[in-house]
């Protein structure tokens, strides 16, 4: 067998050879894609400020949340929308806290308000605290978390609020968002909401 002869190749195995890696690049392309890599602490909410209501677990007083946006329109149990502003959840202290699972009836402690402001409007929101309805008839310590979301999770404000009996209405927090999305301006100066009949 003459040197010219052994290094000469048959077209097909060329053929089978281009084809085996063709193959081969696209799986490992594939597997690239199947598994993107984590960016962590990245999320992408449908909100641009989440304001947070709590108080103590299992306690069966209902406090609500008023939130009043720069146009003069209030989000609170009976108005859960308006403008850009949503009441994400009406928590009623122990009231509609069970839910079934495998047929058995579970309590969820948590008491929570939730508030989403979904874009940025420019002006002062005065957010108060209305203690609607005591069970306990004892004061109540409420937490307020306003947490700005975009680009990156920021708490803005956390404070505590004591509502000492049924009817209290209180100034939690108020702020203004300039045109860049900015809070600024926080300050507690008090100013009613509640417009109950």
């Not at 894609?33 to 209902?62: C, H, Q, R, V």
């Not at 979904?118 to 929101?125: A, S």
Request: no cysteine; glycine share 8%.
């Amino acid at each position: 067998m003459s040197v010219k002869n052994r290094f000469r190749s048959d077209p097909f195995t060329d053929l089978l050879f281009n084809a085996l890696l063709g193959f081969t690049f696209l799986f490992l392309v594939a597997i690239m894609f199947m598994n993107p890599e984590a960016k962590s602490g990245i999320i992408d909410p449908k909100a641009e400020y989440i304001l947070t209501i709590t108080w103590d677990d299992f306690s069966p007083d209902d406090i609500d949340v008023w939130v009043e946006d720069p146009e003069g329109q209030i989000v609170w149990f009976r108005t859960p929308e308006a403008g850009l502003l949503h009441l994400d959840r009406d928590d009623r202290g122990l009231v509609n806290d069970t839910i079934t699972i495998n047929g058995e009836e579970v309590q969820n402690p948590l008491n929570q308000e939730v508030v989403t402001l979904r874009g940025v409007v420019k002006g002062e929101y005065v957010v108060n605290l209305h203690y609607y309805g005591s069970e306990t008839e004892k004061p109540v310590d409420v937490n307020v978390r306003l947490v700005k979301v975009n680009p990156k999770l920021e708490v803005v404000y956390y404070g505590i609020i004591n509502l000492e009996k049924k009817g209290d209405e209180k100034t939690a927090l108020r702020f203004s968002i300039g045109r860049d999305g900015e809070i600024f301006g926080i300050n507690f100066l008090p100013k009613n909401l509640v417009i109950l009949g």
